[in-house]
């Protein structure tokens, strides 16, 4: 009786990096063809089958979905980031505008999300639920600056946060589509003069630093606060 046949098992390509690599593949295929690739082109990139390309990301249009989810991944990771909190909510906050122009600016995948790919349904679709997700969070930040004295009390949260993410959103897609590109740091400027004018930051009293014997008990009551 002839021993029984060992069928080899289908090599796969799962579980070693693949899936990474097709989503730095169709990253490095968008920049370079401005919003526009093709799945075969990436799976070739990435060493995989076009149907593994397939396999984990269902079309090109949830492929897209990925990268534009990255995208705001690593822009919001630079945006929360911790900043010292006892310095001045103005200085914080303009460090904090400073650091989200410069990824902007930096990052190769900015003019293709805010130019070409901007009116495609894949990026309407995330943006509003991201975008609504980040203007809930700076009407807290607006809040806190109110509560610490920085902004003007009669000022609506919501609206004014509202204002500031779709002001900083316009001027940073038309800075970066301009062909006289403002430096990162002038635009920081700039919309910082527009956040501090509409905030009316320049009014309103200018708290001082914490002493060492207060800032324990203050520290405890903030220590909830959004950053």
Known sequence: ???????????SHRGDGARDRIVAAA?????????????GDVARR?????????????SKAGL???????????HEAVVNQ??????????????????????LYSDPVTPVMM?????????????TGRRAAVVEMAALNVA???????????????????????GINQAVAQAISSRRRPA?????ERLWSFIAGGLSLEQQAKPQRPTRSGRRSRELVRSNEPA
């Open 1 to 11: 009786m002839a021993p029984p046949v060992r069928r080899k098992k289908p090599v």
């Open 27 to 39: 990253l490095e295929a968008l920049v370079e063809g401005d919003g526009e690739f093709e799945i």
């Open 46 to 58: 990435a060493k995989v089958s076009v149907g593994l390309a397939y396999h984990y990301f269902g």
């Open 64 to 74: 897209i979905s990925v990268l534009i989810t990255d995208f705001h991944n690593r």
């Open 82 to 103: 911790s900043f010292d909190k006892w310095l001045p909510w103005p200085v914080r906050e303009k460090a904090r505008l400073k650091a989200s122009i410069e990824f």
């Open 115 to 127: 130019g070409k790919l901007s009116s495609s349904a894949e990026v309407i679709a995330i943006d």
């Open 144 to 166: 806190q600056g109110q509560r610490r004295g920085f902004i003007a009390a009669d000022i609506d949260p919501n609206v004014a946060a509202a204002a500031i993410i779709g």
């Open 184 to 188: 990162s740091d002038q635009l920081a």
